[in-house]
C-alpha cells in the first residue's frame, strides 16, 4: 500500500494549484489525471482581465485574487525554469460613438482608476483591423500559457513521483474510519477537480453545474499582425507567433468535439472587423464546468468528510485558482472554514 496525505484526481489549474500549495507544506501528494488531450484548463485563453466587458464592472474579487495569482505564477517560473505569465493589455475595440463614452465615464470612477484607461486610441492598422470608433486598453491584465504551465507542472510532479496516468473508477473508493483508500494508495482524503466531469461523480454529480461547451482557433492572418489582445464579440490573442480566437459558447452540447458550425461561427464574428485572410492553424474544444451562480464548487462530502470537491472556477479560473486553492490548503490543514459563498453547502436545502 502506498501512503499519502491527499489524493488529487484532476491535472487542471484546479488540480496542479492545490498539488502545489500542499506539497509546499510538506504534504505527501499524488495527483491522478487520464491526460485528456483537451480540457478547459488546456484549450483556455488564459486571460486575466480584471474586469468584466459586458458591464464595465471589476470582476468579482479582483482586489483579492489577481496578485495572489500573478505572484503565483511568478514562483512557478522560478522553480520551472520558465516563462508562463505574461503582462498584456487587452485592447475593447468599440462598436459605437455611445460605447466610446460609457467606457470613457467609467473610466473616471474611482473603483476603476487601476482598471481602465481613460484615452480612446487608434492603435491597429485601420485597413486590416477596423475599429473607426476607436479602442482603449484594460489596465493590470494578461494571460498564462496554461497549457505550457500544465504541461511542465506535470513533469514536476513525475519528477516527486507524484502523478499517476489514470481513469479513476469511483467504485474503486473504500472509506475508512481514519481515510480513504483507492487501488494501491491509502491517503486522508481524496480532492476531486475535476472539471466537468463531475457531472459523473457518484458523491457530487448533485451539484448544479451550468456547463457550456466553448471552440477555439489557432490563426494567423496574410499581413495583419500585432501584440496585445482584442476583444470585440470574440477574443483574439497573440501566442506563439501565431493568435488564439475564441470562443464559442454551447449550452448544449456537452462533449470535446469540434463542429464546423462552431468554426464558421468564430470566422463570421471575426470577419466583422478584420479585414484579412485569415488562416486557421488547428482547431478545439472542451467544456468549461460553468456553476449556476457562477461562484466555485468547494467544498467537504455532507456524508463523507473524506471527500471534497474544488470546481467551478469558470472562465476567471487563471485568476481565481491560486487563491481559492490556498482557501482549500486552510481548510484541509487548519480547519479555517471557507467562504460562504463557495462553500458547496450554500446548495443544500
Keep these: 500500500m502506498k501512503l499519502v496525505d491527499y489524493i488529487i484526481v484532476g491535472q487542471g489549474l484546479a488540480g496542479s494549484t492545490l498539488a502545489f500549495k500542499l506539497m509546499r507544506q510538506n504534504q505527501q501528494v499524488v495527483v491522478i489525471d487520464e491526460e485528456k488531450e483537451f480540457t478547459s484548463s488546456k484549450i483556455a485563453a488564459g486571460l486575466c482581465n480584471p474586469v468584466v466587458f459586458k458591464r464595465l464592472t471589476k470582476s468579482w474579487m479582483i482586489d483579492e485574487v489577481l496578485d495572489v495569482s500573478k505572484n503565483f505564477y511568478r514562483n512557478q517560473e522560478e522553480l520551472l525554469k520558465d516563462q508562463f505569465y505574461f503582462d498584456l493589455p487587452i485592447y475593447k475595440l468599440f462598436t459605437s460613438e455611445k460605447e466610446q463614452a460609457f467606457w470613457k465615464q467609467k473610466s473616471n470612477e474611482p473603483e476603476l482608476f487601476d482598471w481602465l484607461n481613460p484615452k480612446t486610441e487608434y492603435p491597429f492598422d485601420q485597413e486590416k483591423l477596423e475599429h473607426p470608433f476607436g479602442a482603449s486598453h484594460v489596465l493590470n491584465s494578461g494571460f498564462l500559457d496554461t497549457n505550457k504551465w500544465l504541461s511542465a507542472f506535470k513533469e514536476y510532479l513525475i519528477e516527486k513521483q507524484s502523478f499517476l496516468t489514470s481513469t479513476f473508477n469511483y467504485d474503486d473508493i473504500q472509506l475508512t474510519d481514519d481515510g480513504v483508500i483507492w487501488k494501491e494508495y491509502q491517503a486522508k482524503k481524496i480532492i ?118 474544488f470546481n467551478g472556477l469558470g472562465t476567471k479560473g487563471v485568476m481565481l485558482a491560486p487563491y481559492f486553492a490556498e482557501k482549500v490548503v486552510n481548510l484541509l490543514l487548519h480547519q479555517q472554514p471557507l467562504p460562504e459563498e463557495v462553500n458547496i453547502n450554500r446548495f443544500l436545502e
Design 192 to 309: 476531486f477537480c475535476e472539471g466537468y466531469q463531475t457531472i459523473n461523480n457518484p458523491y457530487f454529480d448533485w451539484l448544479p453545474f451550468k456547463l457550456t461547451k466553448g471552440e477555439t482557433l489557432t490563426v494567423n492572418f496574410k499581413n495583419l499582425n500585432f501584440k496585445s489582445a482584442i476583444n470585440k464579440g470574440v477574443f483574439i490573442l497573440p501566442h506563439n507567433g501565431n493568435y488564439k480566437l475564441g470562443a464559442t459558447y454551447n449550452w448544449d452540447d456537452f462533449d470535446e468535439k469540434i463542429t464546423e458550425e462552431g468554426k464558421e461561427n468564430l470566422l463570421e464574428r471575426a470577419g466583422r472587423f478584420i479585414k484579412d485572410e485569415i488562416i486557421i492553424i488547428e482547431h478545439k474544444a472542451g467544456v468549461r464546468p460553468t456553476v449556476k451562480d457562477r461562484r466555485p464548487l468547494i467544498g467537504e462530502h455532507m456524508d463523507h468528510e473524506q471527500l471534497l470537491v
